[in-house]
Nanobody, 122 residues
Framework: QVQLEESGGGLVQAGGSLRVSCQAP????????RAWFRQAPGKEREFVGA????????NYVDSVKGRFTISRDNAQNTVYLQMNGLKPDDTAVYYC???????????????WGQGTQVTVSS
């Protein structure tokens, strides 16, 4: 059963922007940290960034710093990943995961969404 639901993926040109969303049902995970991971074909699932349960702090992998921003709307129990200045190397399936406290390793998360495809053309 789907525990988190990502949406908003699509096809954009290099340099463009896209915002993907991660919604949890009801109040599930409402106080937990949430992280974004991405996986390109033939590659390991990679940590992109995370936001604390309160929304007070964020963490990002170096390759997206200054371009990607994570935020959360606790009233909607939704976390967002705003992606600006997209590059072809950002092409991947983007996954949302929840954990009591954030961690950069996919294997440490038990609760995931189904993923949403982001494709950046050159």
């Amino acid at each position: 059963q789907v525990q988190l639901e990502e949406s908003g993926g699509g096809l954009v040109q290099a340099g463009g922007s896209l915002r993907v969303s991660c919604q949890a049902p009801g109040r599930t995970f409402s106080t937990w940290a949430r992280a974004w991971f991405r996986q390109a074909p033939g590659k390991e699932r990679e940590f992109v960034g995370a936001i604390s349960g309160s929304g007070d702090s964020t963490n990002y992998v170096d390759s997206v710093k200054g371009r990607f921003t994570i935020s959360r709307d606790n009233a909607q129990n939704t976390v967002y990943l705003q992606m600006n200045g997209l590059k072809p190397d950002d092409t991947a399936v983007y996954y949302c995961a929840a954990r009591r406290t954030w961690a950069p390793l996919a294997r440490l998360y038990d609760f995931w969404g189904q993923g949403t495809q982001v494709t950046v053309s050159s």
